[in-house]
Each structure stands twice: as C-alpha cells, then as structure tokens.
C-alpha cells in the first residue's frame, strides 16, 4: 500500500491502481511521440494510443471510434457539452458538477435547471418538460458529493433532444446507462494518472469541435498523452473485472458508517440508501464547521473531504446539499478506496464521535 490506510477520499483521486502503474512505466518508454507522426517513434506511440481506445471502448461497450482522450475530466465535460449545445438552450439537473453547469452557462441561449427529490435524484417527467424547446439536456449518472445515481435510461427515453452525461464519478465503478449522446469520465477517479479525461460521444450524434480550430475531427487536439491514455485505460480494465467483488465490499462497509454516524446526535444522512455509488457515503453535522471536521480528522490520520465537490477551494456551503434540501454545515464525504478494510473504517469510526463532541464543545454546545 502506497497511501495512508486513512485516506477517504477516493472521490476525489483514487490512488494509482497497481495495473495502470506498471503500465505507466513501460508506455513512458515506448509512447513519448507524437502520435500523429509518420516516423517509427511516431507510428508507434500511435500503436500505443489506438490500443487504449480500444481498451476503453471494450471496457464501456463502445466503439473504438467513438473514444477521445482529453487533458482531463473537466475538459472532456467542457468540449461534450458545449460541442452539443452549440449555443442552444440547456437544461440540467440541479446538482450537477460545477463544470457542466458553467459550460452550459458559457455558451448557451438559456440554462435551465431541474429541480431534485430529497435523496438528489431528477424526475424523468419534469426533466422532459424543462427539455421542449431547447437543444440539449445534461444529467450526471452519478452524484460526486451523495452518490445518488440518476435515472438516465428514463431520462432519455422521455427527451428528444440530445442527453449529455457527466459519468466522471462513476465510469469504471458502475456499468455505463443507456440513452445518452455523449458521456465524460476521468481516470484519476478510477484508479488511472492525473490529467486523463474520457469523451465518448455516439456515432452520428450532432457534435461538432467548440474550441478554436478544427478538432481534427475529434476531441483529442494537441499532444495526447500517449503513456497516460494507456495507462488509464488499463486502471479501468482491471477496475471492470473487479467491480463486483469491490463494489460489494465496499457496499458492505458503507452500510456500516451509515449504520454507525446516525447514533451521533443531530447527523443527517443524505443520498440515496440504495441507489447509489458502492463507496461513497455522504453526511452532514449540526452545529459544526466542515473545514474545522477535516482539520482535527486530518490530525488523527484521517483524510476526507467538505463542502462542495466542485468547489472545495473556495470553502463555499455545497449548492448539491441545498438543491437537496439537506443540510450544508459539517457535513462529510467519506470515499472508500479499492483496498480500504473494515479496520479502516472501524478506527475513523472510532473517532468521529469524538471530534464532533469536542467541536461542538468549543462553540458551547
């Protein structure tokens, strides 16, 4: 194990998985061309990448043509959206990641958002009734802050127009829906490096290059990463064929912190209990302060996230949990890595009763 037994934040960042590591190494070696050359160094770095996308198509049930690697997940959501909303008016739903919502904001006629349940899930009726008149829809698969997985396959079957889908927080981690356009993912969340995002975008769907330049047709404009695709895409090969052991697991463990946190007073639990992402559990504290829980839990060797998954950097309340009507002071995300134990769980459970009885003590209550 090459991280701390107490990191909890795989929602974030999932540590390298073994696979993609030594992939990594070797890919460094052999795919430092620029792929689009007509050299040896060059067809071969093209070798290299056209085997990722083939991987990655594999692993999703896609066509290889239909695979782009992007510098990140924020860019492939950036060029899935805008490439289809074409100036057009969107509707979204109210918890997406803050990078949908302010690519749609960016270049559309109109941004309309859908409104959410109490576990932060659409309604597939009202999502269709916001979408007549405008050009493009865009509903995540899975929330990145509660877990709630959304109704997509509804979704689409009620929505004419195209269906973009932010599967950042779930691509590897769950089987893909059906019904959408165009869907983003980025590696660093299923175990793959940094700076590797995902853009399928269907055959014949009415996506075209938003960004200076043509595009070349596709996504992927500039450099690719060639020993970074490859990598990634052998994280989300080896992630595939272990999701259902892992996914059980770490189901198992997350029932057991919301069994647990619920016996400290005045916590609230949010997302939905079933429907959800296998490895995150989202809950929120009365009467303490997010940064202050990720500080002393951080003392005791603990690592976890607060506030809004989108915008953590600027400590503002999470606009997911009010959409949702749920709290949004204390709260906590706990993410489970692939290797993380009972014991790991066990011991930060331990703990949190403890800091947020003294956290409260400190403001007198």
């Given at each position: 194990m090459t991280y701390p037994a107490g990191y909890l934040d795989a929602a974030s960042a999932e540590p390298l998985h073994p696979s993609a590591r030594d992939v990594l190494a070797a890919a460094v070696a052999r795919g430092y061309a620029d792929p689009r050359r007509l050299h040896g160094p060059g067809r071969d770095a093209r070798l290299l990448l056209d085997n990722a996308r083939e991987v990655v198509a594999s692993c999703l049930g896609v066509r290889r043509e239909e695979v782009a690697f992007t510098p990140s997940g924020t860019a492939a959501v950036q060029a899935g959206v805008l490439g289809l909303a074409r100036g057009a008016g969107v509707v979204t739903s109210a918890v997406e990641h803050q990078a949908v919502a302010e690519a749609a904001a960016w270049n559309a006629a109109a941004v309309t958002e859908a409104p959410v349940d109490a576990a932060g899930r659409v309604r597939p009726e009202e999502v269709a009734r916001l979408a007549v008149g405008s050009g493009l829809v865009a509903v995540q698969h899975a929330n990145h802050e509660v877990g709630t997985v959304q109704p997509i396959a509804e979704v689409a079957a009620r929505t004419p127009v195209p269906l973009f889908v932010d599967a950042c927080a779930s691509m590897g981690r769950l089987p893909l829906p059906d019904g959408w356009t165009a869907v983003a993912g980025s590696a660093r969340k299923w175990g793959g490096p940094g700076g590797v995002g995902v853009l399928v975008v269907r055959k014949g769907a009415p996506w075209t290059w938003p960004f200076p330049g043509d595009g070349h047709g596709t996504a992927e404009q500039g450099f690719t990463d060639v020993p970074g695709a490859l990598a990634a895409a052998a994280a989300l090969q080896a992630v595939v064929a272990e999701r259902e052991e892992v996914g059980a697991r770490q189901r198992a463990?997350?029932?057991?912190?919301?069994?647990?946190?619920?016996?400290?007073?005045?916590?609230?639990?949010?997302?939905?209990?079933?429907?959800?992402?296998?490895?995150?559990?989202?809950?929120?504290?009365?009467?303490?302060?997010?940064?202050?829980?990720?500080?002393?839990?951080?003392?005791?060797?603990?690592?976890?996230?607060?506030?809004?998954?989108?915008?953590?950097?600027?400590?503002?309340?999470?606009?997911?949990?009010?959409?949702?009507?749920?709290?949004?002071?204390?709260?906590?995300?706990?993410?489970?890595?692939?290797?993380?134990?009972?014991?790991?769980?066990?011991?930060?459970?331990?703990?949190?009763?403890?800091?947020?009885?003294?956290?409260?003590?400190?403001?007198?209550?």
């Open positions: 463990l997350v029932d057991l912190v919301r069994a647990r946190v619920v016996e400290i007073p005045d916590v609230d639990l949010v997302g939905d209990p079933v429907d959800r992402l296998p490895h995150l559990v989202t809950f929120s504290c009365l009467y303490v302060d997010g940064e202050a829980l990720v500080t002393e839990l951080d003392r005791r060797g603990f690592g976890i996230a607060s506030g809004s998954a989108c915008a953590a950097d600027t400590r503002e309340p999470s606009r997911v949990l009010a959409a949702m009507g749920a709290l949004t002071h204390g709260n906590v995300r706990l993410s489970l890595t692939r290797d993380a134990t009972r014991d790991d769980v066990e011991r930060f459970l331990a703990v949190l009763p403890g800091v947020v009885a003294d956290l409260r003590a400190e403001v007198a209550l």
